[in-house]
Nanobody, 126 residues
């Protein structure tokens, strides 16, 4: 059974930083693209960032480009999201997700991911 467990969320003032982690277990972590998505109250789930299995290719949604950095440590089975210059509109529950097929290019399409974590709350105060 694949498990993804996020951590690192919390309350931070606008302009601050947080680093999210996602620990994976249950299958070979290092051969699957991974992604971060977020869900804010009253809004639809939104793609944030994705990274391929090797860490060599990444994609970001426009609103976080230049502020957020996705990375991974396959030796530790862990995915990260470094979030800098946080804004109140970044407030959401953040989820990590694992792509359904090995060695695929990173994609912003949520339907391409078949395992999801339970989420971690990020709240940015103004």
């Amino acid at each position: 059974q694949v498990q993804l467990v996020e951590s690192g969320g919390g309350l931070v003032q606008a302009g601050g930083s947080l680093k999210l982690s996602c620990a994976g277990s249950g299958r070979t972590f290092g051969i699957y693209a991974m992604g971060w998505f977020r869900h804010a109250p009253g809004k639809e789930r939104e793609f944030v960032a994705t990274i391929d299995w090797s860490g060599g290719n990444t994609l970001y949604t426009n609103s976080v480009q230049g502020r957020f950095t996705i990375s991974r440590d396959n030796a530790k089975n862990t995915l990260y999201l470094q979030m800098n210059s946080l804004k109140p509109e970044d407030t959401a529950v953040y989820y990590c997700a694992a792509h359904k097929m090995a060695f695929k290019r990173p994609t912003p399409v949520a339907a391409e991911y078949d395992y999801w974590g339970q989420g971690t709350q990020v709240t940015v105060s103004s």
